[in-house]
T-cell receptor, first 117, second 109 residues
Framework: DAGVIQSPRHEVTEMGQEVTLRCKPI?????LFWYRQTMMRGLELLIY????????DSGMPEDRFSAKMPNASFSTLKIQPSEPRDSAVYFC???????????????FGPGTRLTVT | TQLLEQSPQFLSIQEGENLTVYCNSS?????LQWYRQEPGEGPVLLVT???GGEVKKLKRLTFQFGDARKDSSLHITAAQPGDTGLYLC?????????WGAGTKLIIKP
């Protein structure tokens, strides 16, 4: 099992540019989550999908952020235009529903460290 | 508003000492998870506790879920430098995970 795969691992871009982060979840997992982590705010949930459908995007900071999941094995998080305050580590995680319960365990990718100058 | 409070935020101790990290909330969770994150990597699940009062052990790590399922603790016995990392608790509620801010733990040799 390859785990959750994210690309790129590092991204440096200039303010105003479009940034696209990519994620491949673990095969068979039907939930996918996008998080942002900073020293100041910790780990923040941006959006999550169930069976490729966005369920809750209330954590998306503003309209500059968008996420898609065209199929069960691929998702993107796009920032357009990017701003310096978007600098953070962005994580993708996937999970499957726990058998017989409401809880589920999330498996994280290695993250994308985004720096916007 | 931080729904899940972790304490301490930072802890630096010598190898061989014991420590406890706390995760507290006024809300009830259906389960609670503990993750460890090392620099440059994503969080990795350590354990899930589901039943009020449940205790789980993972080698030198002992996890406990409060009777009311509102709080949890992580106790490490004889800490090792390899235990260094950011420890995150996350409570499951309404099909989401509510995350604590984390405890940064440093074990000095």
């Amino acid at each position: 099992d390859a785990g959750v795969i994210q690309s790129p691992r590092h991204e440096v871009t200039e303010m105003g540019q479009e940034v696209t982060l990519r994620c491949k979840p673990i095969s068979g997992h039907d939930y996918l989550f996008w998080y942002r982590q900073t020293m100041m705010r910790g780990l923040e949930l941006l959006i999550y999908f169930n069976n490729n459908v966005p369920i809750d995007d209330s954590g998306m900071p503003e309209d500059r952020f968008s996420a898609k999941m065209p199929n069960a094995s691929f998702s993107t998080l796009k920032i357009q235009p990017s701003e310096p305050r978007d600098s953070a580590v962005y994580f993708c995680a996937s999970s499957e529903w726990a058998k017989g319960g409401e809880h589920y365990e999330q498996y994280f990718g290695p993250g994308t460290r985004l720096t916007v100058t | 508003t931080q729904l899940l409070e972790q304490s301490p935020q930072f802890l630096s101790i010598q190898e061989g000492e014991n420590l406890t990290v706390y995760c507290n909330s006024s809300s009830v969770f259906s389960s609670l998870q503990w993750y460890r994150q090392e620099p440059g990597e994503g969080p990795v699940l350590l354990v899930t506790v589901v039943t009020g009062g449940e205790v789980k052990k993972l080698k030198r790590l002992t996890f406990q879920f409060g009777d009311a399922r509102k709080d949890s603790s992580l106790h490490i016995t004889a800490a090792q430098p390899g235990d260094t990392g950011l420890y995150l608790c996350a409570g499951a509620r309404n099909y989401q995970l509510i995350w604590g801010a984390g405890t940064k733990l440093i074990i000095k040799p």
